[in-house]
């Protein structure tokens, strides 16, 4: 998880929404344990009620299961969950943005589809090409 915590919403829900990203990402699966309360306070420097509260928001959702004296569990089906809510919220919230701008650019279904391939050959931190350098 990033150390780092923005101003722009409180830190119980930005900790839920990195448990929630990496839960998407899956780097935490189904059955796994979430950190000790006590472990992510101390290791993030936060207040531990700060962190409760967070973990608290993950069972309120059914995603995160407390399993009393032995911590909280990623519950069966939590990835899966996520992603209906996600992707609902993306076709809700930033798809009608994002389809805008490309209306509004003129891009054509293949500009897009060969932006994602050569994106998904080139690692992330990875320098532009000399054509994608010429095209900007």
Do not use: C
């Amino acid at each position: 998880m990033d150390r780092e915590w923005n101003d722009s919403q409180p830190i119980y829900r930005q900790l839920r929404d990195r448990v929630v990203a990496m839960i998407l990402d899956g780097v935490l699966k189904e059955g796994d344990p979430l950190p000790s309360v006590r472990n992510v306070a101390a290791e993030y420097r936060v207040n531990h009620l700060t962190v409760l509260k967070g973990y608290q928001q993950l069972v309120d959702e059914q995603l995160v299961e407390s399993k009393r004296g032995r911590g909280m569990f990623i519950n069966a089906g939590a990835r899966n969950l996520l992603l209906r809510g996600e992707r609902k919220k993306f076709l809700a919230e930033e798809w009608p943005r994002v389809y805008a701008t490309i209306q509004r650019l003129g891009l054509k279904a293949e500009e897009l589809l060969d932006a994602a391939a050569t994106r998904r050959r080139s690692p992330p931190d990875a320098a532009p090409t000399k054509t994608e350098v010429q095209e900007r």
